[in-house]
């Protein structure tokens, strides 16, 4: 058995042990939740942030607080992904890719086999499949929703957009160099959209679906599993450095980060015409009796 075979089973075996211990001990896990969502210091930072939100939303209506602050959130994402490829362009860090590209290009010639897999998987995160795949999810949301129908399209283009940007932001002023014979740089696109553009569109499922607790770890099992066979197969056909693919997932997880906490302007606050049936409901005057 080859070494990138061994490497593989070991990744599938500890994503899938992972999420077996987290579906079958929901309470556990539940009560850590709580108990780190109640030190003072993130419990301080979250009433901070939900303050602030509540006074955009008052002010600019749910979808201007949603713009406000998915753009305040794109210079600190971009800038900490930038940091990263700017290490990643150091050395030791430079020689530590060389040495990973050329064994896996050797484990590559041995593993013959292997290469019709791995090139399917690797097509999971690539622009014309992500975009195929955002739309029809977008689509199936929309017709699935009571109301506000445009949300999850507003939602799912707004990542796939603010992906693309700041991926090609950090690739301009970063100007990385690809592996010999291969065109990847830093970050790894495809290993980011498939945390923050999938990962996106199975947490509006899961909010639609409301399956429970078990098909919820399962789901994000599902993603953690893709994600890793994504960065397994760019780095195993060589398309991309190893520094690439962590780069890849700091940003999909930045920016699925940004957006959970953006999209709760459309959880906490009803919309315009709710709150005018509302008004219109109080302020009606009681008819006279008899």
């Known amino acids: 058995m080859t ?10 075996t500890l994503i899938l042990a992972t999420g077996a211990a987290v579906a079958l001990q929901p309470r556990h896990w539940i009560q850590v939740g709580r108990r780190w969502r109640s030190r003072p210091s993130v419990a301080a930072v ?33 800038v900490a992904c930038y940091l990263v490829g700017v290490l990643g362009q150091r050395f030791p860090v430079t020689v530590l890719n060389s040495h990973l590209n050329a064994w896996f290009l050797d484990q590559k010639a041995l593993t013959a086999w292997l290469h019709l897999p791995i090139r399917a998987v690797n097509a999971i995160g690539n622009w014309p499949e992500t975009l195929v795949i955002s739309s029809v999810a977008a689509l199936g949301l929309g017709l699935a929703a009571r109301r506000r129908r445009w949300l999850p399209a507003l939602l799912i283009g707004t990542v796939v957009l603010v992906e693309r940007c700041v991926q090609r932001t950090i690739n301009v002023t970063l100007d990385p160099q690809p592996p010999p014979n291969a065109a990847g740089l830093f970050p790894s696109g495809a290993t980011a959209r498939i ?27 599902v993603i953690a599993l893709v994600t890793f066979l994504q960065a397994y197969a760019r780095l195993y056909l060589g398309y991309h450095w190893a520094v690439d693919v962590p780069g890849g997932v ?41």
């Open 3 to 12: 070494g990138v075979v061994i490497l593989l089973l070991l990744g599938l």
């Open 46 to 78: 979250v009433r901070q942030f939900q303050t602030q939100r509540d006074c955009l939303v008052e002010g600019l209506g749910a979808v201007g607080a949603f713009v406000v602050l998915v753009s305040a959130a794109i210079p600190p994402v971009t």
């Open 195 to 221: 945390i923050a553009v999938y990962g996106l569109i199975l947490y509006l499922v899961l909010r639609r679906t409301r399956l429970g607790w078990r098909a919820a770890v399962a789901g994000w099992t």
């Open 250 to 290: 700091l940003l999909g997880v930045l920016l699925l980060v940004m957006m959970l906490a953006a999209l709760s302007v459309f959880n906490e606050w009803p919309t315009r015409r709710e709150v005018r049936r509302s008004a219109g409901q109080h302020t009606a005057p009681d008819r006279p009796a008899g």
